[in-house]
């Protein structure tokens, strides 16, 4: 597969897009050009090319806000519009997840649970900051000079400086962030899943408690959100080995 995005500098879309292919398909090719010829010849193109279909192009640029409401690729129900990254986890985010973890006991049904909890916990608020687009209702600091630190602010800093240019390449610096941006997805993706694989012995181990107030856990597991839900009301203690 060959794959392609702008050149000059790239910010988290392009970047975890990029990711997002290589975890999909780890001998994908991924070509930095704004050449219509080398576009055109691109089995997927994201972050440039003027176009979204959902299957080859996956470029945001293009949308507006007052004429592309409810255009697909255009926004999720919860009003986060899109962008390169997250037009991408839509259209092939199942495929990565499956990559990802295979081999792995993964039934179908979680598939889709992961795919939208890595959105919301990673690709989402990727989208959200490229598009500009406040992820707090109140943006103001708390802290005096303190900025807010953000996996986007982090990886747009891996481009070069105005006084590195002729020394650090923009497209070196892009195979470096994606390769970040790898370490970072998968691991967001496998915590998913951890976190279902936990669910599930949690709710095995309160439904077949003797008492239903107790639930006794072999090893400690992430239970709070599991048991704080009101199938489990009645449970008052967990307990596992220390």
């Known amino acids: 597969m060959r794959a392609l995005t702008h050149d000059g500098v790239f910010h988290a879309d392009d970047v ?26 691109s089995d997927i193109v994201y972050d440039v090319g003027g176009k979204f279909d959902g299957g080859r192009w996956f470029d945001h640029h293009h ?6 409401d409810g255009t697909e690729g255009y926004a999720r129900p919860n009003g986060v519009r899109y962008s390169s990254a997250g037009q991408v986890w839509l259209a092939y985010g199942a495929r990565v997840v499956s990559t990802v973890l295979e081999g792995a006991t993964l039934p179908g049904e979680w598939i889709p649970r992961i795919v939208t909890k890595v959105d919301l ?8 900051i490229d598009n500009g687009q406040p992820l707090a209702m109140d943006p103001r600091p708390r802290f005096e000079g303190v900025v807010t630190g953000s996996l986007s602010r982090a990886i747009s800093s891996l481009n070069p400086t105005w006084d590195e240019v002729g020394v650090r390449q923009f497209n070196g610096a ?9 370490m970072v997805l998968e691991r967001t993706i496998r915590s998913a899943y951890s976190a279902l ?4 012995i949690v709710e095995d181990a309160a439904r077949k408690a003797p008492d239903p107030r107790i639930v006794v856990l ?11 839900s009101e199938s489990f009301d009645q449970v008052l203690f967990v307990a596992f080995p220390a």
């Open 16 to 41: 975890f897009a990029g990711a997002m292919l290589r975890l999909m398909d780890p001998g994908c090719e991924i070509i930095r050009s704004r050449d219509p010829k080398i576009i055109e010849a």
């Open 218 to 228: 072999d090893r400690f597991l992430p239970w709070s959100d599991v048991l704080s």
């Open 197 to 200: 694989k936990a669910c599930s």
């Open 174 to 182: 892009y195979f470096e962030a994606l390769a970040l941006a790898k």
């Open 63 to 68: 949308f507006r806000k007052d004429t592309s």
């Open 121 to 128: 916990e990673l690709v989402a608020s990727i989208d959200a």
